[in-house]
Protein backbone atom coordinates (compact mmCIF):
# COMPACT_ATOMS: atom_id res chain seq x y z
CA UNK A 1 0.00 0.00 0.00
CA UNK A 2 1.45 3.72 -0.71
CA UNK A 3 2.10 5.31 2.21
CA UNK A 4 1.97 9.26 2.40
CA UNK A 5 3.36 11.59 5.70
CA UNK A 6 1.06 14.45 5.52
CA UNK A 7 2.48 17.44 7.84
CA UNK A 8 0.10 19.98 8.37
CA UNK A 9 -0.56 21.90 11.27
CA UNK A 10 -4.45 23.35 9.75
CA UNK A 11 -6.52 20.98 11.07
CA UNK A 12 -8.90 21.12 8.01
CA UNK A 13 -6.34 21.21 5.49
CA UNK A 14 -4.59 18.23 6.96
CA UNK A 15 -8.44 16.54 7.38
CA UNK A 16 -9.39 17.61 4.11
CA UNK A 17 -5.99 16.03 2.22
CA UNK A 18 -5.77 12.66 3.98
CA UNK A 19 -9.49 12.27 3.43
CA UNK A 20 -8.67 12.39 -0.23
CA UNK A 21 -5.64 10.66 -0.12
CA UNK A 22 -7.38 7.50 1.94
CA UNK A 23 -10.15 7.93 -0.29
CA UNK A 24 -8.02 6.85 -3.38
CA UNK A 25 -6.35 4.00 -1.04
CA UNK A 26 -3.33 5.41 -0.14
CA UNK A 27 -2.37 4.86 3.57
CA UNK A 28 -1.68 8.52 5.43
CA UNK A 29 -0.03 9.45 8.60
CA UNK A 30 -0.39 12.65 10.08
CA UNK A 31 1.69 15.14 11.76
CA UNK A 32 0.91 18.83 12.73
CA UNK A 33 4.54 19.75 13.96
CA UNK A 34 7.60 20.20 12.33
CA UNK A 35 9.94 18.91 14.69
CA UNK A 36 7.82 15.65 14.82
CA UNK A 37 7.47 15.56 11.43
CA UNK A 38 10.72 15.20 10.34
CA UNK A 39 11.60 12.72 12.75
CA UNK A 40 8.48 10.81 11.06
CA UNK A 41 10.10 11.58 7.70
CA UNK A 42 13.66 10.28 8.80
CA UNK A 43 11.91 7.19 10.24
CA UNK A 44 11.42 6.22 6.60
CA UNK A 45 8.71 3.69 4.86
CA UNK A 46 7.07 6.77 2.84
CA UNK A 47 6.21 6.84 -0.54
CA UNK A 48 6.15 10.54 -0.20
CA UNK A 49 5.12 13.92 1.81
CA UNK A 50 3.08 16.60 1.56
CA UNK A 51 4.29 19.57 3.42
CA UNK A 52 2.99 22.77 4.43
CA UNK A 53 5.49 25.40 4.20
CA UNK A 54 4.75 27.00 7.66
CA UNK A 55 4.74 25.39 10.50
CA UNK A 56 5.24 25.33 14.60
CA UNK A 57 8.51 24.02 15.74
CA UNK A 58 10.21 23.55 12.46
CA UNK A 59 9.35 25.41 9.42
CA UNK A 60 8.62 23.52 6.22
CA UNK A 61 11.61 24.79 4.92
CA UNK A 62 14.34 23.94 7.25
CA UNK A 63 12.26 20.24 7.63
CA UNK A 64 12.73 20.00 4.04
CA UNK A 65 16.52 21.01 4.17
CA UNK A 66 17.58 18.47 7.07
CA UNK A 67 15.24 15.56 5.60
CA UNK A 68 17.91 16.13 2.14
CA UNK A 69 21.20 16.84 4.24
CA UNK A 70 20.25 13.72 5.93
CA UNK A 71 20.51 11.67 2.61
CA UNK A 72 16.24 11.10 2.36
CA UNK A 73 14.76 10.88 -1.54
CA UNK A 74 11.49 10.50 -0.32
CA UNK A 75 9.43 13.12 -2.60
CA UNK A 76 8.33 16.23 -1.32
CA UNK A 77 5.00 18.06 -2.45
CA UNK A 78 5.44 21.68 -1.00
CA UNK A 79 1.91 23.10 0.47
CA UNK A 80 1.64 26.67 1.12
CA UNK A 81 -0.71 29.99 1.06
CA UNK A 82 2.33 31.59 -0.10
CA UNK A 83 2.32 31.57 -4.05
CA UNK A 84 5.26 34.31 -5.04
CA UNK A 85 8.13 32.90 -7.38
CA UNK A 86 10.45 33.53 -5.11
CA UNK A 87 8.61 31.65 -2.66
CA UNK A 88 8.21 28.62 -4.99
CA UNK A 89 11.94 29.04 -5.51
CA UNK A 90 13.13 28.63 -2.55
CA UNK A 91 11.12 25.71 -1.77
CA UNK A 92 12.45 23.77 -4.87
CA UNK A 93 15.94 24.87 -4.16
CA UNK A 94 14.95 23.71 -0.57
CA UNK A 95 14.85 19.99 -2.56
CA UNK A 96 10.90 19.95 -3.16
CA UNK A 97 9.76 18.36 -5.84
CA UNK A 98 6.63 20.02 -6.72
CA UNK A 99 4.70 23.11 -5.09
CA UNK A 100 0.94 24.02 -5.02
CA UNK A 101 -0.33 26.82 -3.78
CA UNK A 102 -3.64 27.30 -1.00
CA UNK A 103 -5.92 27.14 -1.91
CA UNK A 104 -6.06 24.06 -4.08
CA UNK A 105 -8.30 21.61 -5.59
CA UNK A 106 -7.72 17.94 -3.81
CA UNK A 107 -8.28 16.36 -7.40
CA UNK A 108 -5.04 17.83 -8.32
CA UNK A 109 -3.09 17.26 -5.22
CA UNK A 110 -3.85 14.01 -5.06
CA UNK A 111 -2.64 13.96 -9.07
CA UNK A 112 0.76 15.93 -8.34
CA UNK A 113 1.28 13.31 -5.01
CA UNK A 114 0.73 10.04 -7.82
CA UNK A 115 2.68 11.42 -10.45
CA UNK A 116 5.61 12.10 -7.38
CA UNK A 117 5.50 8.78 -6.90
CA UNK A 118 5.35 7.51 -10.33
CA UNK A 119 8.85 10.01 -10.94
CA UNK A 120 11.85 7.74 -10.64
CA UNK A 121 14.13 9.03 -7.80
CA UNK A 122 16.73 11.79 -8.36
CA UNK A 123 14.55 13.29 -11.60
CA UNK A 124 14.83 16.44 -11.61
CA UNK A 125 11.62 18.96 -10.74
CA UNK A 126 9.15 19.86 -13.70
CA UNK A 127 9.55 23.32 -13.78
CA UNK A 128 8.52 23.64 -17.54
CA UNK A 129 5.59 21.99 -19.13
CA UNK A 130 5.64 21.68 -23.06
CA UNK A 131 2.76 20.29 -25.90
CA UNK A 132 3.99 20.92 -29.39
CA UNK A 133 5.24 24.66 -29.77
CA UNK A 134 3.13 25.97 -26.77
CA UNK A 135 5.81 26.31 -24.00
CA UNK A 136 4.58 27.27 -19.90
CA UNK A 137 7.18 28.17 -17.60
CA UNK A 138 5.83 27.36 -14.19
CA UNK A 139 8.61 29.54 -11.86
CA UNK A 140 8.52 32.66 -14.34
CA UNK A 141 4.93 32.02 -15.11
CA UNK A 142 5.40 32.71 -18.99
CA UNK A 143 3.66 31.29 -21.63
CA UNK A 144 4.64 30.82 -25.19
CA UNK A 145 3.46 29.63 -28.41
CA UNK A 146 6.66 29.44 -30.78
CA UNK A 147 8.47 32.60 -30.28
CA UNK A 148 5.70 34.45 -29.41
CA UNK A 149 4.98 35.66 -25.52
CA UNK A 150 1.31 35.05 -24.32
CA UNK A 151 0.05 37.35 -21.70
CA UNK A 152 -2.65 35.55 -19.49
CA UNK A 153 -4.22 36.00 -16.36
CA UNK A 154 -3.23 34.61 -13.22
CA UNK A 155 -6.93 32.54 -13.85
CA UNK A 156 -5.87 31.45 -17.61
CA UNK A 157 -2.27 30.05 -16.52
CA UNK A 158 -3.90 27.45 -13.89
CA UNK A 159 -6.37 26.65 -16.57
CA UNK A 160 -3.55 26.01 -19.63
CA UNK A 161 -1.26 24.04 -16.65
CA UNK A 162 -3.84 22.18 -15.89
CA UNK A 163 -4.90 21.45 -19.90
CA UNK A 164 -0.74 20.53 -20.42
CA UNK A 165 -0.15 18.35 -17.32
CA UNK A 166 -3.24 16.62 -18.92
CA UNK A 167 -2.42 16.85 -22.65
CA UNK A 168 -4.42 14.90 -24.82
CA UNK A 169 -6.77 13.78 -21.69
CA UNK A 170 -10.58 14.92 -22.25
CA UNK A 171 -11.25 16.92 -19.48
CA UNK A 172 -14.59 17.16 -18.27
CA UNK A 173 -16.73 20.31 -17.17
CA UNK A 174 -16.89 19.28 -13.57
CA UNK A 175 -12.82 18.61 -13.74
CA UNK A 176 -12.34 21.86 -14.73
CA UNK A 177 -14.23 23.04 -12.10
CA UNK A 178 -12.92 21.64 -9.33
CA UNK A 179 -8.77 22.03 -10.90
CA UNK A 180 -9.37 25.55 -11.52
CA UNK A 181 -12.15 27.29 -9.16
CA UNK A 182 -12.19 24.66 -6.65
CA UNK A 183 -15.84 24.04 -6.94
CA UNK A 184 -17.32 21.25 -5.90
CA UNK A 185 -20.27 21.66 -8.10
CA UNK A 186 -21.20 22.79 -11.20
CA UNK A 187 -22.24 26.17 -11.05
CA UNK A 188 -24.54 25.87 -13.98
CA UNK A 189 -22.90 29.67 -15.66
CA UNK A 190 -20.57 29.31 -19.43
CA UNK A 191 -17.81 31.01 -17.18
CA UNK A 192 -15.19 27.48 -17.92
CA UNK A 193 -16.78 28.31 -21.77
CA UNK A 194 -16.04 32.41 -21.66
CA UNK A 195 -12.21 31.48 -20.39
CA UNK A 196 -11.66 28.52 -22.57
CA UNK A 197 -12.75 30.96 -25.38
CA UNK A 198 -10.63 33.78 -24.32
CA UNK A 199 -7.62 31.67 -23.84
CA UNK A 200 -7.98 29.65 -27.06
CA UNK A 201 -8.48 33.74 -28.82
CA UNK A 202 -4.97 34.09 -27.15
CA UNK A 203 -2.91 31.03 -27.97
CA UNK A 204 -4.29 30.39 -31.38
CA UNK A 205 -3.64 33.38 -33.66
CA UNK A 206 -4.72 33.28 -37.98
CA UNK A 207 -3.14 30.14 -39.45
CA UNK A 208 -2.16 27.94 -36.52
CA UNK A 209 -3.34 24.96 -35.38
CA UNK A 210 -6.41 24.90 -32.73
CA UNK A 211 -5.24 23.70 -29.36
CA UNK A 212 -8.11 23.41 -27.33
CA UNK A 213 -10.45 20.80 -29.17
CA UNK A 214 -14.16 20.80 -28.25
CA UNK A 215 -15.56 16.98 -27.64
CA UNK A 216 -18.99 17.43 -28.43
CA UNK A 217 -20.98 16.78 -25.14
CA UNK A 218 -18.29 15.34 -22.99
CA UNK A 219 -15.88 18.37 -22.42
CA UNK A 220 -12.31 19.58 -23.85
CA UNK A 221 -9.05 18.07 -24.94
CA UNK A 222 -5.60 20.03 -25.36
CA UNK A 223 -3.58 18.71 -28.43
CA UNK A 224 -0.90 21.25 -29.77
CA UNK A 225 0.48 18.28 -31.82
CA UNK A 226 1.41 20.20 -35.00
Known amino acids: MTRILVIEDEER ?14 FTRHSADGIEGLQLAMDGGFDAITLDRLLPGLDGLEVLRQLRARGSSTPVLMVSALGEIDDRVRGLRAGGDDYLVKPFALVELVARIEALIRRPRGESTETVLQTGPVRMDLLNRKVTRGERTIDVTQREFRLLEYFLRNAGQLLTRSMLYEAVWDYKFDP ?39
Open 13 to 26: TALEIVGALNEVGM
Open 188 to 226: GTNLIDVHIGRLRRKIDCEGEAPTIVTVRGSGWKFDASE
